[in-house]
Nanobody
């Protein structure tokens, strides 16, 4: 199985940028599609973005499309989430997740499809 550790969160102002990272270990990184999800206080977890095993396919929530970019480094076994033009509504605990069952070029927007999760990193955007 794979272990996931997120980093890069913090407190920023609206309009700023942050880059989250998720370091993985324990299994072959390219066996997994990777996703980012977030959960704000009092709200359900929501999909942010996902990337296929080789990075050829990406998928984003409408709320972040054009502002966030997901990428992966299959040499360093790391996935990143570049977040630009941050808004107060982006404030949440951000999780990365790994999906081994999806097809080679596929991604999933459903958290139920991801078998492994990190502990999360907090992003707070002040307005």
């Amino acid at each position: 199985q794979v272990q996931l550790v997120e980093s890069g969160g913090g407190l920023v102002q609206a309009g700023d940028s942050l880059r989250l990272s998720c370091a993985t270990s324990g299994d072959t990184f390219t066996s997994y599609a990777m996703g980012w999800f977030r959960q704000a206080p009092g709200k359900e977890r929501e999909f942010v973005g996902a990337i296929s095993r080789r990075g050829s396919t990406t998928n984003y929530a409408d709320s972040v499309k054009g502002r966030f970019t997901i990428s992966r480094d299959n040499v360093k076994n790391t996935v990143h989430l570049q977040m630009n033009s941050l808004k107060s509504e982006d404030t949440a605990l951000y999780y990365c997740a790994a999906d081994r069952r999806v097809s080679s070029y596929g991604t999933s927007r459903s958290g139920d499809d991801y078998e492994y999760w990190g502990q999360g990193t907090q992003v707070t955007v002040s307005s």
